[in-house]
């Protein structure tokens, strides 16, 4: 799914490196064939010669994989994929807490991978599966994350749960079988003010458990 | 006095909380999740430091920036960091963020107060205050007569609130109605303070926060998000939004104040408190006060003479926080305890049996005692290693007198019931509550039951302050299921040609003689579009109050090469008269315990002492707990009375943790750590200074 390896003077857009630092989540040369094979994104000429590609102050107009719907949206080169995903798409159950990748409230899955989509420019996000959590709902039924944390009461205010739902499945595609310490690693980046983490932990737990969907 | 697991309504009801499903699929819609059309972006211009004069700023330039809509500047003086000196209106958040940074506002700085000690007045003012001056020959005979007198002074820090759903409000003014959405503890207080800035009547306003991102006491009113929401959606006949960022969170949405606290105690021969001199100091807003502490409060201390002073320094205001001057009261009054038990050779346990004032929490001391491992904790400073061990404790109480709430429950013929009020659901399990209590006085499955709350048009009810909704509201829920269940009950009596009296109703079946009826049956019978019942009386649910007793034990481990912390393990066990339902109950206990182990261990407001501007205002640096911090926690919800009333849960769990977690890490290193946050350098510090070196 993922191509690990990046191709020197291919890898794309100015916030290539920072995206790279951002956990490794995104493999940075799919990133360009992917983009630049995207619908209405392979504009030859404003690809510069160092491959960094200009996108129009006024905003281009872009195709995200929205939970497995293309969805054409205009997109600012200053927007984040958090703001699209719920100013323009409709999909608020992503939230927005600190801004700047400190509590994992924006969490969603890229290419199956978790991402904090505060950090991430929307123009970066074509051509590349995005998954929030309402994309987690398959035709009525929750994903067992989504099951197990309802068993658990794995909640209070509920604020930041759509991004525990979303890291949490994240972090059971990659451990299966995941030992309660790597849950709380795993769920590091996540910050819960209300502090619901013994249910959290819980419904992980039995979500792992559970066989994992 | 009967210690059980769990009680009896708590038995029945071990659902999760009705609104989970919504809130794991991102289907529950808060404040901050409404676009409407032809939306306006607004927020407030405010100083950075703590004391500043604004001396030039680029209004023009501001206000021609693309999108911006209108820029006003009403004040030059800033007098705490997120001082709010104008305000600015745009199409766009971004049109919003580059007219702020169109205005380059300049400032010129003063020395700004930021330290509660530096700025606070001298212990020997207060010795002259009357309420001191006539205790004065009862303390000179205390301490002159005590076998140990102590003489400590702790000190606590700032503490945010820390929302995660940011203060926000969105006002859509319609000329002659308003709708308003907003995050809040308070749907009515909000709509009231909206009406007057709008110039509406009451019932031309409806406000929403059908979901709210927490609160913790600082979403009351309808504060300076919905001001200015209001007074712009007026002027501009447009939806208007005001969003706090994580910045001005921290600065500009209130606080629990910083807390010095000097405590001169003594102790009997016997081991009891004999009384002493307490003087607290509490860091607030610029001017203002709203900084106490509750101590002394708890333990029988003797004679008490106490003062106190507010501080005013350049920093935000405080506001009500969870438990508001608890925690940081019973920090010290904790530390204090097991400093004089450690005086008198008494073990901190028997020491607080002693001096404790409730039958109930002694019974709870026995219970914890044995589910933490008492017995475990070894003297002070005894603990082989560098990995040591320690153990404390902490105890806490919270009042409950009633208070109004009105409750509405619609019937529908096909057997499904509506449970309203206007009342809010901050993450506490409100709704829960509601459903649980309606359900289980019907007979019926929660599934037929639907809460609907927190819209002002619904049935009145308090804001979620001082631990009160639940209390307020149940024995209305029950009373007013009681009613719909008594009509019923008189309809099937009708049908079969019985006396009602003669109908027995119990678990949503209806039975006489060899008949039965079904719940739906039944409401087949109701004659009209629905059975609508109303109460706003507690009547017979009014039931016995107890007094919300908490008692916590804490075991942590502390590295004494690295001064690092690790809380290994909690029990808190926590009356709340009858628990409705017993997975929020405990979700509750429990969260509340984390909250305050971060406040013990990490939280810190950082002040700039030259600029008064906050060093930390974000997550990464205002550290919170996470789930790498958190322990085992066992929750015991307790019962002292088999009949008790439905009681405050929500601020005393919050209470002993911090008390608790300091005289445990004191236990295992041998030497108290007498400020917090009891970060690693302070546990450093504090071994260091023991033995005579410095860090």
Redesign the interface.
């Known amino acids: 799914m993922k191509q690990k390896q990046s191709r020197p003077g291919e890898t794309g857009f100015s916030r290539r490196g920072f995206l790279k630092g951002v956990g490794g989540a995104v493999g940075a040369a799919a990133v360009v064939s992917r983009v630049l094979e995207a619908p209405g994104l392979a504009r030859a000429d404003e690809i510069t010669r160092e491959g960094i590609r200009r996108v129009p102050a006024e905003g281009l107009e872009i195709t995200l994989h929205v939970n497995g719907e293309e969805r054409p949206v205009t997109v ?1 080169p ?2 984040t994929l958090l ?1 699209v995903l ?2 323009q798409l ?11 990748g ?2 994992g ?1 924006c969490t969603v899955l890229l290419d199956g991978r978790s991402i904090n989509s505060c950090l991430m420019l929307a123009v970066d996000a074509a051509g590349h599966e995005v998954r ?3 994309g ?2 398959q035709d009525g039924r ?1 994903d067992p994350v ?1 099951q197990a ?14 991004g525990f ?1 979303v890291r949490s499945r994240a972090l059971l595609d990659e451990f299966p079988n995941a030992t309660p310490q790597q ?3 795993g ?2 980046g ?12 819980e419904a992980v737990q039995t979500a792992a458990a559970g066989g994992n969907g | 006095m009967t210690w059980r697991p769990d009680n009896r309504l708590a038995l029945e009801n071990d659902g999760s909380r009705v609104d989970v499903r919504d809130k794991v699929t991102g289907a529950a819609r808060y404040t901050t999740d409404y676009y409407p059309e032809g939306l306006l972006w607004a927020s407030y211009i405010r100083c950075p430091y703590g004391k500043a004069f604004l001396r030039s700023s680029k209004l023009e330039a501001a206000r021609a920036a693309p999108g911006v809509v209108e820029v006003e500047l009403e004040k030059q003086e800033g007098t705490y960091p997120g001082d709010r000196l104008g305000h600015i209106c745009a199409e766009s958040r971004q049109a919003l963020e580059q007219g702020l940074a169109a205005l380059a506002l300049e400032f010129e700085r003063d020395r700004p107060a930021t330290d509660i000690e530096r700025e606070k007045k001298p212990l020997e003012t207060f010795d002259e205050d009357p309420s001191v001056q006539e205790k004065q020959a009862d303390l000179e005979r205390i301490f002159s007569e005590a076998a140990h007198t102590l003489e400590r002074t702790y000190q606590t820090q700032v503490q945010t609130h820390s929302c995660l759903e940011p203060h926000n409000s969105l006002v859509d003014y319609r000329g002659d109605h308003a709708t308003a959405r907003q995050s809040t503890q308070a749907t009515f207080s909000v709509r009231n303070e909206l009406t007057e800035v709008l110039g509406l009547p009451p019932d031309k306003v409806e406000m929403h926060c059908e979901h709210v991102g927490g609160g913790f006491g600082s979403k009351f009113g309808l504060s300076p998000e919905g001001q200015l929401a209001g007074k712009l959606s007026k002027k501009h006949g447009r939806p208007v939004r005001v969003l706090m960022n994580r910045e001005e969170e921290h600065l500009d949405n209130g606080l629990r104040p910083g807390s010095l606290q000097y405590m001169k105690l003594a102790i009997g021969p016997d081991g009891k408190l004999l009384g002493g001199r307490i003087h607290t100091w509490g860091s607030v807003g610029p001017v203002g006060g709203g900084g106490g502490t509750s101590n002394p409060s708890r333990y029988n201390f003797g004679i008490v003479a106490k003062t106190h002073q507010d501080v005013n320094l350049n920093s935000g205001f405080p506001r009500a926080m969870r438990a508001p001057g608890h925690p940081q009261g019973m920090f010290a009054v904790e530390m204090m305890m097991d400093e004089l038990a450690e005086a008198a050779g008494m073990d901190p346990l028997e020491f607080r049996r002693l001096n404790e004032t409730s039958d109930v929490r002694r019974a709870m001391l026995d219970v914890g005692a044995e589910q933490i491992g008492w017995h475990r904790r070894k003297p002070s400073g005894t603990w082989e290693g560098p990995l040591k061990r320690g153990f404390g404790i902490g105890v806490a109480d919270w009042g409950n007198s009633p208070g109004e709430a009105t409750i509405t429950i619609h019937v529908y013929p096909n057997g499904n019931v509506e449970v309203l009020s206007g009342s809010q659901d901050i993450g506490t399990g409100f709704r829960t509550l509601l459903v649980d209590c309606v359900a289980h006085q019907l007979g019926i499955d929660r599934a037929r039951v639907e809460a609907k709350v927190g819209v002002s048009t619904y049935p009145p009810g308090p804001g979620s302050g001082g631990s009160v909704t639940s209390r307020f509201v149940a024995p209305k829920a029950l009373g007013a299921a009681e009613q719909a269940r008594q009509d019923l009950r008189q309809r099937v009596a009708r049908e079969w040609g019985v006396p009602a009296d003669e109908v027995a109703a119990e678990n949503g079946v209806f039975k006489h003689a060899d008949r039965t009826m079904s719940w739906n049956e039944a409401c087949k019978l109701i004659g009209q579009d629905r059975l609508t019942v109303t109460e706003k009386e507690n009547g017979i649910f009014w039931k016995e109050q107890t007094g919300s007793e908490a008692v916590q034990f804490v075991e942590v481990e502390v590295d004494v090469e690295t001064g690092i912390v690790r809380v290994k393990k909690v029990v808190a066990l926590q009356n709340v008269g009858q628990a409705v339902n017993r997975k929020t109950v405990e979700n509750q206990i429990t969260g509340g315990v984390i909250q305050w182990i971060s406040f013990a261990l990490f939280e810190d407001r950082i002040l700039n002492r030259q600029t008064g501007a906050m060093v930390n205002p974000n997550l990464e640096f205002y550290k919170i707990a996470g789930s790498r911090d958190i322990p085992e926690i066992v929750p015991i919800i307790w019962q002292s009375r088999p009949d008790a009333g439905v009681n405050s849960l929500g601020e005393p769990p919050v209470v002993p943790t911090p008390g608790a977690v300091g005289c445990a890490v004191a236990n295992a290193i041998g030497v108290p750590v007498r400020r917090m946050p009891i970060t690693p350098w302070r546990v450093l510090s504090a071994l260091a200074e023991r033995d005579g070196g410095a860090v």
Do not use: H, M, W
């Open positions: 600012r200053d927007q703001e719920r100013e409709g999909l608020t159950g992503t939230k927005e807490i600190c801004d700047r400190a509590c409230g929030t959590v309402e987690l709902v929750l989504q944390f309802v068993d658990s009461d794995a909640c209070q205010c509920g604020y930041c749960i759509p739902v849950i709380r690693d769920l590091a996540n910050i819960c003010r209300c502090a619901a983490y013994a249910r959290i932990f």
